[in-house]
């Protein structure tokens, strides 16, 4: 017997791999599946996007890319950056910086780094998004986990500073949220920030659902800090996730370290797709959003009077309370008896007591699933 098990690293142990991909397997072997398990855009790149990546392929545009990414990307993104975050990220003298990373996962990985040291504390908000704890633990970190649950998926304030002690060095927030859909309130969007410079810890802003806010206007939390790292990308707005193109802006110190060790592990974000992301900057993702809002609605008013249910105001997720047994239950239930294929709360969360929809789907996939939902709520 080969002893190659037993040269694993004992890092390859902390986690397992990730339960949305096991349905994601389940979900190919299903012959007619209802599929809300897999957070991924139903649209595709806009055609001004696939347009340029074709032009850029063809016109020989495949070798490495600059490792902080090519001008045409980071130009467009440093104007976006100035304008709404009121940030020069382009000039050699400014305080802040823009790196184009290898998708938001890339910019994640890059910025625990570069931030965390073996021991140090990272603070995640409950329920989170599956890699920050896996990644967390990956390079020697530790999560603590901050309890939104009991308030409506909102942070609550007086949690979150009794969490951080002398060991955290950065905490991590997704708003507009995955798993709930949840948008963190200005308020509280300014006070974690203004609580993060007073505490010295980094915030690192994970912005990647940002275009998807459906009834109000989104507000990054580096408004009131401009120490807030951000993290961002075009998989989900530009309907790219396997073309893997983000970008991270912050601090000039943070983002440099990240472009040295971006040199040394992805080297670059992939070089036509990154022309093609700067394309697609251009194309008008209105009605994307307006049709999304439209999902939320299915979703909201289909289930609402059966399920116990925070309205989502963005991202494309819903994250309703399991009527009866727990969230690995119900979710079993429904893929043995309705093809239904969505993730239990507990890939997310400490609690088993809700499960993730993603209605990153067809309008009908979605009454479909709304149909078997309410079904099983009344089982
Ligand atoms: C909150 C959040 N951050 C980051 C990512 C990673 O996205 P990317 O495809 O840009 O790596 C995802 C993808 O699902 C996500 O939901």
Partial sequence: MSSAAAWLADRTHLFESSGIRKVFDLGATLPNPINLSI?????????????????????????????????????????????????????????????????????????????????????????????????????????????????????????LEAAITSKTKAIILNSPANPTGVICDEETVKAIAELAARKNVCLISDEIYKVFCFDAPFVSAAKYNPDVLVLDGFSKSHGMPGWRVGYAHGPKAIIEQMTKFQQYTFVCAPHPFQLAAAAALDADIKPVIDAYRHKRDLIYDGLSDLYELVKPSG???????????????????????????????????????NFRISYAASDTMIERGVEVMRKMAKR
């Avoid at 063809?58 to 950056?81: C, D, F, H, W």
């Avoid at 047994?325 to 239990?344: H, M, Q, R, S, W």
């Fill in 39 to 159: 957070g991924q855009p139903d649209f595709d790149v806009p055609q001004i996007g696939r347009e340029a990546a074709c032009e850029a392929i063809e016109s020989r545009k495949n070798g490495y890319a600059l490792t902080q990414g090519m001008p045409v990307l980071r130009n467009k993104l440093g104007k976006m950056i100035e304008q709404n975050y009121a940030r020069d990220v382009l000039s050699n003298d400014s305080r802040h910086s823009l790196l184009i990373t290898s998708g938001t996962s890339g910019g994640l990985l890059l910025a625990l780094q570069c931030l965390v040291n073996p021991g140090d504390e990272v603070i995640l908000f409950d329920p989170f998004f599956v890699m920050y704890d896996s990644l967390v633990k990956m390079i020697g970190g530790t999560s603590v986990v901050v309890d939104t649950q009991d308030s409506q998926f909102q942070v609550d304030l007086n949690k």
């Fill in 315 to 353: 991202a494309f997720y819903a994250f309703p309370k399991v009527p009866w047994g727990t969230a690995d239950e119900f979710v079993e239930y429904g893929i043995k008896n309705y093809e239904l294929l969505v993730i239990p709360g507990n890939i997310f969360s400490r609690h088993n007591t």
